[in-house]
C-alpha cells in the first residue's frame, strides 16, 4: 500500500512539475516577445532622433517658423539621447531572452525618454519663455505608446505616472497649468494607458494560447483539444480504458529508401503522414506516434466514445483511399507506386501523458497495442492492406463487409488471433439486419 502510494504522489508530483514547466516556458515566451518589442521600439527611437532633428531644423527653416533655440545644452541633450537610442540598440541586438532582465529593461528606457521630451520642453522655456503644451502632450504620448511592446502592466503605470507627472511639473512651472487643461492631457493619458494594458494583457494572452493550441493540436483531434484547453492538462492523467488501435507501416520501404537521397525520404514521408495523420484526426482519433514508416493512432482516448472501433474501421478505409490518390500521382511522376499494411485491434490499455518535466508526451501502453502491431504484421502473410482482429470486427463490423480469414498464430503470444478482412463500409441500409442480427433483436 505504501509503494502504491508513494507511486500515486510521484506521479501528482510530475504532474505539477509539469505545470510549473509549463508555466516557466509561458513567462519565457513572453520575455522573449518582450526583448523583441524593445527593439523594435529602440529602432523607432531612433528614427524619431532623425524625425524630430528634421522637423526641427529643416522643415522649420524652410517653411519659415521660428526654431527653437540652439546651444551647448541642447547639443549636448540631443547628442546624449541620440548616443542612448544607438546604445540602446546595440545592447538590445545582443540580449537573449530572460525573464528578470525583462522586467526591469524598460526602466531605464521609460525613464530616459520621458526626461528627454521633459528636458526639451523646459530648455526651450527657459531661453524663449514659450512653452506649447500641445507639442509636450504629443510627445509624452508617444511615449508612453512605447509601452504597448512592454513585459508587464506596471511599465504602462510608469509610463503614464512619468508622463502625466512631467507635464503637469512643466504646466505648472512655466505657468501654463489649469486644472481643465491638466486634467483633460492626464485623463487622457490615464485612458492610453488602460487600452494599453488591457490590448497587451488580450494579445500576450491570445499568443499562448495559439501556441499551447497548436502543440495539442498535434496529436489531438480539434474537439479534444478544446476540451483540453478548457479544463487544463489534468483532463489528459492517466486512465485505464477499452480503446481500438491502428497500426500502419509501409511496404518496402527500406528498399525504396535506399534509391531515394535522404532529403527526398523525409519530403515522402512528410506528405504520406500529413495525409494518413489528417485523416486520423477527421474520424476523432489521435496520432500517437510516427514509427520511422509507421504510425500508430488510437480512439476512445482521451475522450470515451462507445463507436471507437467504427471510427478506427473508417479511418483506416479512407487511408486505403487517399493512398490510390497518392500512387495516381507517383506514377504522374514516374515513380514507384506505395504499399501500406493497417492492423486493427481492440482492446484495454492504459493512457497518459508519459515522460519527464523537460519532455513529455500523450500515449498509450498495453498488451493491444502490440497486437495492433501484430496484426498489421499479418497483412504480408495474408496478401491483404487491412486486418482487423476479431474484438474490433465484433465492436463495429456490422457496418463493415469483410471476410473471416480464421485463426492465426502470432509472435509472442501462445493465443491464436481472429482476424477478418475489411474491404468496405456497408450502406446503412444493409449495415442494420446485420447489427440487429448480431444484438440478438
Not at 194 to 213: H, K
Not at 322 to 345: C, D, S, V
Not at 350 to 377: F, H
Request: proline residues 3%; contains cysteine; glycine residues 10%.
Amino acid at each position: 500500500m505504501r509503494r502504491r502510494d508513494k507511486g500515486r504522489q510521484h506521479g501528482r508530483d510530475t504532474t505539477v512539475a509539469r505545470f510549473a514547466q509549463r508555466r516557466a516556458n509561458e513567462v519565457l515566451v513572453m520575455a522573449e516577445s518582450s526583448l523583441k518589442g524593445e527593439r523594435r521600439v529602440a529602432i523607432i527611437r531612433i528614427v524619431l532622433v532623425v524625425l524630430l532633428t528634421l522637423s526641427q531644423m529643416v522643415i522649420a527653416q524652410f517653411f519659415g517658423d521660428e526654431r527653437p533655440p540652439f546651444d551647448l545644452l541642447r547639443g549636448f541633450i540631443i547628442a546624449a539621447y541620440a548616443s542612448f537610442a544607438v546604445g540602446a540598440l546595440i545592447v538590445l541586438r545582443f540580449q537573449q531572452p530572460h525573464a528578470r532582465r525583462a522586467k526591469w529593461l524598460p526602466l531605464p528606457t521609460t525613464v530616459a525618454d520621458t526626461g528627454f521630451f521633459a528636458l526639451m520642453a523646459w530648455h526651450t522655456f527657459s531661453r524663449t519663455k514659450q512653452f506649447d503644451p500641445g507639442m509636450l502632450a504629443a510627445s509624452l504620448g508617444m511615449v508612453l505608446a512605447f509601452s504597448v511592446a512592454r513585459y508587464s502592466w506596471l511599465h504602462v503605470v510608469l509610463s503614464t505616472t512619468l508622463s502625466s507627472i512631467a507635464y503637469l511639473t512643466l504646466s505648472v512651472m512655466t505657468g501654463h497649468f489649469s486644472p481643465m487643461r491638466g486634467s483633460f492631457v492626464v485623463f487622457c493619458f490615464v485612458a492610453l494607458g488602460g487600452l494599453i494594458v488591457l490590448t497587451n494583457a488580450e494579445v500576450g494572452g491570445m499568443f499562448l494560447i495559439l501556441r499551447r493550441r497548436d502543440g495539442l493540436s498535434r496529436f489531438l483531434p480539434k474537439q479534444v483539444v478544446e476540451r483540453v484547453m478548457r479544463l487544463g492538462d489534468e483532463s489528459l492523467q492517466p486512465v485505464q480504458r477499452e480503446v481500438t488501435i491502428l497500426f500502419s507501416d509501409i511496404r518496402d520501404f527500406t528498399a525504396l529508401s535506399e534509391t531515394l537521397q535522404p532529403r527526398q525520404v523525409l519530403e515522402l514521408l512528410d506528405e504520406y503522414f500529413g495525409h494518413m495523420g489528417h485523416i486520423v484526426m477527421a474520424h476523432d482519433g489521435v496520432v500517437n506516434k510516427f514509427l520511422g514508416d509507421g504510425m500508430l493512432a488510437c480512439w476512445g482516448v482521451p475522450d470515451h466514445r462507445a463507436d471507437h472501433a467504427e471510427l478506427a474501421m473508417r479511418a483506416a478505409l479512407d487511408m486505403r483511399a487517399k493512398l490510390e490518390e497518392i500512387n495516381a500521382h507517383r506514377e504522374q511522376q514516374g515513380q514507384p507506386r506505395l504499399r501500406i499494411g493497417i492492423g486493427l485491434h481492440t482492446g484495454v490499455v492504459a493512457a497518459g501523458m508519459l515522460g519527464g518535466v523537460e519532455q513529455y508526451e500523450y500515449t498509450v501502453i498495453g498488451d493491444a497495442v502490440n497486437l495492433a502491431s501484430r496484426v498489421e504484421g499479418l497483412t504480408k502473410v495474408h496478401g491483404v492492406d487491412i486486418l482487423v482482429s476479431e474484438s474490433t470486427w465484433k465492436k463495429g463490423g456490422g457496418r463493415f463487409s469483410g471476410e473471416c480469414l480464421g485463426q492465426t498464430n502470432v509472435r509472442g503470444r501462445r493465443e491464436a488471433v481472429v482476424v477478418y478482412t475489411l474491404e468496405a463500409r456497408l450502406p446503412a441500409s444493409e449495415a442494420l439486419p446485420v447489427l440487429a442480427a448480431a444484438s440478438g433483436t
